[in-house]
């Protein structure tokens, strides 16, 4: 195992936090060496401070992707946390879809609703909510929408992931919590794998993007769902990130975050809903 000395430590830990917001406390020490070593060790560097000294550069590297795509974390599943999910299907979608009908009523310009989900991993959120937005969408009694008149942009900053969501992949324990019918439609079996349907991948744009830099996304939006990424941001960095989502949202539109996240420190401009046991945070409708 390498050294890895306190002033060490807390001289990759701000660079770190610098790329991609992620705090790292001085507990934090084995996974340094378990998720940055190997990359010191196959890149040629002599130690940490080498990986320090390489990373100072303003110029994003491979070295630079390479240790983003270690240090982040990238855990999800299909229809992760089912009470956020009930409130997606009940309240937030319906209202997206009925604003997204008025919209092309008047406007005929698409898209006419959009969503954005930010630090989308391997892309099973985005495909979880892809799959709610056609079923209601399909289920509408008024037959004046289809899912080409919603934009769908899912975001991360590691490019390794985002391979995975657009190829739309995966094996049977990644699918063992998609409902059978949801199953039979939005999949199509691979031998052993199971890959998204054409339309649901042709709806999401995954694209590279960092959550600290201003140009990360381009709005307005009328939902945007960041779960489980602000824990791992201190509070300058939350209420950074925050402020930029109010910034894209349409006026009333909603953030849904992660079940064991709030907006406390970061709140402003947002008040807080909730249906049933999952929370939401919605935009001043006269903003």
């Not at 979880?128 to 942009?153: I, K, N, T, Y």
């Not at 990130?241 to 064991?260: D, Q, T």
Request: hydrophobic share 40%; glycine share 8%; net charge neutral.
């Amino acid at each position: 195992m390498l050294p890895l000395p306190q002033v060490t430590f807390d001289r990759l830990a701000q660079l770190i936090h610098g790329l991609c917001g992620l705090v790292l406390t001085n507990d934090k020490t084995y996974l340094i060496h378990h998720r940055l070593e190997p990359i010191v060790t196959q890149s040629g560097l002599r130690d940490y401070d080498e990986l320090c000294d390489r990373l100072r550069s303003p110029t994003l590297s491979p070295l630079h992707e390479q240790v983003i795509e270690a240090i982040t974390t990238h855990e999800t599943s299909f229809f992760r946390d089912s009470q956020s999910f009930e409130a997606l299907r009940q309240v937030l979608l319906p209202e997206l879809i009925e604003a997204a009908g008025q919209r092309k009523r008047a406007l005929g310009v698409r898209p006419h609703g959009r969503i954005w989900c930010a630090g989308a991993s391997t892309g099973e959120e985005a495909y979880s909510v892809a799959m709610l937005l056609d079923e209601l969408v399909q289920s509408r009694p008024r037959r004046d929408l289809d899912l080409g008149d919603f934009g769908f942009l899912a975001t991360d900053i590691s490019p390794g992931v985002l391979d995975v969501a657009r190829a739309g992949v995966y094996n049977a324990r990644d699918v063992a919590r998609v409902r059978p019918p949801y199953l039979r439609r939005y999949f199509k079996q691979q031998l052993d794998n199971w890959q998204v349907v054409d339309p649901l991948r042709r709806l999401i744009d995954f694209r590279r993007a960092n959550l600290l830099d201003g140009a990360a996304s381009a709005g307005p939006f009328d939902l945007i769902l960041c779960r489980n990424v602000l824990i791992y941001f201190d509070e300058p960095t939350r209420r950074r990130v925050c402020r930029r989502f109010h910034a894209v949202l349409r006026p009333g539109g909603a953030l849904v975050l992660g079940a064991a996240e709030n907006l406390y420190g970061a709140s402003e401009g947002f008040t807080s809903e909730q249906h049933g046991a999952a929370f939401f945070y919605r935009k001043g409708a006269s903003e």
